[in-house]
C-alpha cells in the first residue's frame, strides 16, 4: 500500500520500506526503548501506514497499547504524553547517533501521535528507489548552509547569534532541511566540503543571518540566497528594544517563523518551476 | 508548559545536589531537554495525585508513574552525563 502518511503533503516513503525500517528500528539494541514504548511505536506506525491516522489519538493509545480502560482519561492519566516524549528523544538520539544511516527514519512531530516518515538526507543515494513520485519529498529539500555575520569583534553579539543558530537548526531540521554550518577556518575539512557545495551549489541555499546590538537594542535580520544564481529569495528581520530583550523563547519563536517561511517559499518555487529546489 | 519545564528542571536540581551545576547550565526550553523535563514534572504530579486517589486502582497507578519519574529521570542524567 502506497500513500502520503503525513498531514504535511510530503512524499513518502513507500508502505513496505516504512514497515521493514520499523523492523529494523524495533530489533535494534541500540534504540534506548522499553518494551511498552516499542509497542507503542508499532502501534501508530502501523495504524499510519493502514491509513487509520485518525485513530491516532491519546485515548486510543492508552486504551490499545497501555491497557488502561474505556474510562481512560488523558488529562489524570497523562501516560501517553509522558512516554511520546520519551519516545521521541529515543528516536533522536538513535538517528543522530548508531541509526544515522538508516535509510528511512520515523518520526513523531511534537503535539500529534501521528508519525512521519522520511528519507535520511544522508541516504540521497538510494532515496529515489525507496520515494514514490508526489510532489516534494522529503529528501529532496533544499540544503540550507548558515552563514553567521554577527560574531567578529562584538562578543555579546556572537553569543546572541549563537542563540539564534541553534534555534534554526532545530527548527529547519523540523522542515526537513538538510542543514550546514559555515565552520571556522580551522575545521578545513568542513570548510572544504561547504566550499565545494558553493562552487556546485546545485538545490543550495545560504541563510545569512546577522545579530546587531544597537544603542537601544538588538536586531536580528536574515537572508536567504540562491547559491547558484546569488538571488536573494527572501529577507526579514526583528529588532527588539532593550526593554524587551529577547529570550531564548522569542528568539526560538522567530527561528521557528524562518524556517516556515523557508519551507513555505521554497516549497511553491519548486512548484512554480516544476523542479526541484 | 513552560511552569512544568521549569518545575521538572528545579525538582531534578533538588533529587540531585552533586549535579546541581551542571543542571543549572541548561536552560527549562533547552532543546533537546526541556520535553523530557516537562515530562518528568509530569510523571512527578501524576505520582502525587494517584498516591492520593482513593480509586481502587490508585497505589498501583501511583506506582506506575514512580516507575516512569525514574525512568525519564535516568534518560535525562544519560542525556547531559
Redesign the interface.
Known sequence: MDGIYSANGQRQPSSDAVLTALQSLLASDSL?L?ERNRRFLSFVVKQAVEGQAERIKAYSIGVDVFGRDDSFDPT????V???A??L???L??YYDGPGRSENIRISIP?GSYIPVFSCSLQAQGNADELCRTGQSAACDRATIVIHDHSGEGDPEAGLKSELFV??LL?TLRQERFRVRILPANDRSAALSAINALFANPGTACSLDITVRILNDGQRYSWRLVDLATSEVLTSNFQAWTTPTTPC??IV?DFAATTARTISDLLRAREHSVGGRL | MEHARRRGLARLMLRWPDRRAQLRSFSPDDPRLGDLFEAYELACEAAGYWQRSDAPFGLERAREYQALADATEEDILLKIS
Open positions: 534506548r522499553s489524570l492519566d497523562p501516560i504524553r509522558i512516554e516524549t520519551r521521541r528523544s529515543a533522536t538520539a511534537r541553534d534555534a532545530v531564548p523563547a526560538g
